[in-house]
């Protein structure tokens, strides 16, 4: 009997999953995805694990279809470089003392919620997919996810990346080319060393693995996910494309920026959050990017550019924001998520019909 495919694994009547997107998805978001028959994320990276539980319970109050949680994979214990701290805090409150903002950098009480926490929650949550970016998981935890029967997903930048998590016993693992938004999952390397197209990244992880390989990066629609799989993917994660939907969390500002975002200005920034991600090159990396060597580490430059985030937010300042999107941004469409998933499906199919009647011309001689 052949082995079932990644759709018959997930579930799935799609080779598509919605990216988890911390900051910018929403349960409603990964509802409606799951709820229109593709794999609907959402990133918890950021959540707290009672806040896991309920939104978890929020997804499973829309749709009884499977969906994936993700998290980012952190030592729960860090060192902090005050140094670089009280730099940061300087530039910060420089910078929206000029731009008018009348919060103030502060100290956190934690600078991020503890993964171990928040593991166990998504243990208790009980997905049917579990994804992972930032690092490998341990043996103990793979183990701990497969005894609940839940699908891991680890995320690889590179070939050797992809192998890490091939051996440790992942079920699939999410190949992220630099086109991709958002931040990068690179976690064997330097960040400039793992930008690796999707076009070659993707074949070159097919050949060095056995599992399921799943493409991510400037897919926006059923075409990529159709040259995805002609590459070795057996499904396609899209994110950027989701950021303009209703459902998403994207202010409004973002999301207008992304319909005219240039590609050469689609960069990998790392003064947001102290981590290389990509996004919009706007007023705040123009100021802040050339302070990014003093700047402290993720996720502690994270939760200290958190006040003006949100500040800036709340007046509709999209240009001192992080406008996380990748590289193929403009290609993005507005429309609720469920009608998108069915775009894309369609799309996808129209695609391969489009493929099957050229190649059956071809072998007819009619070209
Ligand atoms: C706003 C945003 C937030 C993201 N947050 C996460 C996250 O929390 N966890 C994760 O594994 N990947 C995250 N990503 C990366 C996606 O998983 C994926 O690699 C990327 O969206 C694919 O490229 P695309 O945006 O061009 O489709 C994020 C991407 C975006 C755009």
Request: one cysteine or more.
């Amino acid at each position: 009997m052949p082995s079932p495919s990644l759709t018959q694994q997930l579930g799935i009547a799609c080779p598509l999953i919605q990216a988890p997107m911390a900051g910018a998805n929403t349960p409603a978001l990964a509802a409606a995805v799951s709820a229109a028959g593709g794999l609907g994320s959402l990133g918890v990276g950021y959540v707290e694990p009672q806040a896991i539980l309920e939104q978890a319970a929020q997804i499973r109050a829309v749709t009884d279809q499977p969906f994936a949680l993700n998290l980012f994979v952190l030592p729960d214990a860090f060192e902090v470089d005050e140094m670089a701290v009280s730099y940061a805090c300087e530039q910060l409150d420089a910078l929206m003392e000029r731009e008018g903002l009348a919060v103030r950098t502060r100290r956190p009480a934690a600078w991020a919620p503890l993964f171990s926490e928040q593991f166990a929650a998504l243990c208790e949550a009980r997905p049917a997919v579990a994804s992972f970016a930032f690092d490998l998981i341990t043996p103990a935890q793979l183990r701990e996810l497969h005894a609940r029967d839940i699908y891991v997903i680890g995320t690889a930048t590179t070939v050797a990346e992809a192998r890490a998590w091939a051996q440790l016993g992942a079920d699939a693992v999410c190949v992220q080319g630099a086109e991709a938004g958002g931040h990068r999952g690179t976690f064997l390397h330097e960040p400039e060393q793992a930008l690796i197209g999707l076009f070659a990244l993707l074949p070159l992880a097919a050949r060095a693995v056995e599992i399921p390989v799943i493409a991510a990066g400037g897919i926006m629609d059923g075409r990529g996910m159709l040259a995805a799989e002609m590459l070795g993917a057996a499904a396609s994660q899209l994110g950027t494309a989701f950021l303009a939907c209703p459902e998403s969390a994207a202010a409004e500002g973002w999301k207008r920026d992304l319909a005219r975002a240039e590609e050469h200005r689609v960069a990998t920034i790392s003064c947001f959050s102290g981590r290389a991600a990509r996004g919009l090159q706007n007023r705040y990396t123009q100021a802040m990017q050339a302070h990014a060597p003093q700047l402290p580490a993720y996720p502690v430059l994270n939760a200290l550019t958190a006040p003006l985030r949100r500040a800036a937010s709340q007046v509709g300042r999209a240009d001192l924001v992080s406008e996380w999107c990748g590289q193929a941004a403009a290609l993005v469409r507005e429309m609720p998520a469920g009608e998108l998933v069915k775009v894309l499906a369609e799309e996808y199919q129209a695609a391969r019909r489009q493929l099957a009647l050229d190649v059956a011309l071809r072998q007819g001689g009619y070209t």
